[in-house]
Every structure is written in C-alpha cells, then in structure tokens.
C-alpha cells in the first residue's frame, strides 16, 4: 500500500512561484507523476520523474517547472516558476508499482491577479 500526501498549494500572481512536495509512506515505487486538472479540464500530466532521477515535462511546462525527488525522505517535489493563470489547477501527486497507481487527494494552485 502506498499513502500520497501533497502540499503547497496556494494562491499566487502571475510571475509568482510555488513549491508542491508529496509524501510518500508505504512500499517503495517507480515513477512518480504530477498531474493537474483545471477546473472544466481533463486531469493532464505535468511531469515525472523516475527513482533513477530521469525526468520528462510537458510542453506547457517545460522550462518554468522542475521536479525533483528525495528517496530518503520518500517526498517529491515540483518548482513551479514563472507562473501563469493557465496553470490553475488542482495538482495531484500520482506513485506506479508495477500495474498499479496511487493518488493524492489533490493540492489546489491559483494564479490570479
């Protein structure tokens, strides 16, 4: 059993930045994944990062998000800079092991002037 417990989220200005980490208690997993829903939207993969430390963004992201993940801790984090009001959203924090997936209850983001 994995538990996923993210944090961070909050309301910012445009231009402005956050930092979202997730704890992770329970087996060890594989990849772990961000993801983000916009209230009307379909969830969507911002990015993700594997225990080895390889890491994949999505386009809309690229270059203004980072994430990053400390195994000792068993918590990954997301810098998010330069933030827009497009990425509004609610951010969940996603764990593979093997065939299964785990999720966070969810981390609300705002960006709004």
């Known amino acids: 059993q994995v538990l996923l417990v993210e944090s961070g989220g909050d309301s910012v200005q445009p231009g402005g930045s956050l930092r979202l980490s997730c704890l992770m208690t329970?087996?060890?997993?594989?990849?772990m994944r961000w993801f983000r829903q916009a209230p009307g939207g379909q969830r969507e993969l911002v990015a993700e990062?594997?225990?080895?430390?390889?890491?994949n963004y999505s386009d809309s992201v690229k270059g203004r998000f980072t994430i990053s993940r400390d195994n000792v801790r068993n918590t990954m984090y997301l810098k998010m800079n330069s933030l827009k009001p497009e990425d509004t959203a609610v951010y969940y924090c996603?764990?593979?092991?093997?065939?299964?997936?785990?999720w966070g209850q969810g981390t609300r983001v705002t960006v709004s002037s």
């Open positions: 996603n764990a593979a092991r093997g065939p299964y997936q785990y």
């Open positions: 329970g087996n060890s997993v594989d990849v």
């Open positions: 990062i594997t225990k080895s430390g390889t890491t």
